[in-house]
């Protein structure tokens, strides 16, 4: 009797194709590993710079110091320790949540446009987060976290409810229109509490901008388990998400479970998003323009595109943080702005090179 194998999917190169390991194959490898190693060296640069650059320069000597033999009578040492080292270690979390989030969405919906601020789940976990410092006034990021959370979680199951209405389900066109239109209700309402409570304004106005400055240890240790556990559940789909982009039914024959994957999947974007806006405001561009970027780099396969977009994301936004230190000296921009100001263009040559679908 013969016994007849599944072939292996060749999910590394991302082209559905079945058939054994090739040296093509794993010279892509090779690449990639390179491309990571390179991206985490940016990174590591990224977070340097952010522990030096500011209102008072510190050179790198003293940074590395600060780090490894911290002197506390020393005044470069505790600018560094209590006053950079957190607003860093917030940035890394916030900027790789927000980077995988991004490539979560554009994988799960099939739409290459989409990203946490374009689906809306931004705007239902800054609603939400408003709403518990009107109402119930909460300001403690320990307390607002779950509100941003249930805000993402509730905004997310109203865009994939009114994308589905209709024959056809839910097309990447249909989630985005009902998140474009959800994000500007969300945003309405928002403003419109905001300037009936005048002290919900002073609160808000902020942290609405998307701003690491004044961000402590106490704020990065309040979000990182959420986040945390959002990375490893999107490491976890990623496998399922390569097969998943071949179609449902060539998924399901494969052996996926879709709903499930779907599922972990809308669980990971809704822990990394709304622990990103409890943590430092609504901040856009970073899921949208991260993840093709990457993609550019590594090609469409999630195992190696979470990854990327975690160290990328989080390179990219402390790189604009730090940037906004030193285009406005002695004041600075907020990071949410330089992320819009650059990721804006960026998006603007996204939409032009992509064919967009006539509806």
Known sequence: MTVTTAPDLDTDRGTGLTGPVTAPQRTGVGRRTIGLVALIAVTTIAVLLSLAVGAKPIPLGPVVDALFAYDPTNTDHLVVRELRLPRTIVGLLVGGAL????????????????????????????????????????????????????????????????????????????????????????????????????????????????????????????????????????????????????????????????????????????????????????????????????????GPDQRWLVPGCAFGGAAFLLLCDTLGRVVARPSEVQVGIMTAAIGGPVFVVLVRRMRMVRL
């Open 99 to 298: 980077g995988v989030a991004g490539a979560l969405m554009q994988a799960v919906t099939r739409n290459p446009l989409a990203d946490p601020g374009i689906l809306g789940v931004n705007a239902g976990a800054s609603f939400a987060v408003v709403l518990a410092i009107w109402w119930f006034g909460f300001t403690a990021v320990d307390d607002l976290v779950w509100f941003a959370l249930v805000g993402a979680a509730v905004t997310s199951v109203v865009v994939y409810a009114l994308g589905s209405i209709g024959r056809g389900g839910a097309t990447p066109v249909r989630l985005a229109l009902a998140g474009a239109a959800l994000s500007a209700l969300l945003f309405a309402l928002t403003r419109a509490v905001t300037l009936l409570d005048t002290a919900t304004l002073d609160q808000f106005r902020f942290w609405a901008v998307g701003s690491l400055s004044g961000r402590d240890a106490e704020i990065a240790w309040s979000v990182a388990p959420f986040i945390a556990v959002g990375l490893v559940m999107a490491v976890g789909v990623s496998r399922s998400l390569n097969a998943i982009g071949l179609g449902d039914d060539t998924a399901t024959a494969l052996g996926v479970k879709v709903h499930l994957t779907r599922g972990m999947s809308g669980i990971a974007i809704m822990l990394l998003c709304g622990a990103a806006v409890a943590a430092v405001g609504p901040i856009g561009f970073v899921g949208l323009v991260i993840p093709h970027t990457m993609r550019a780099l590594f």
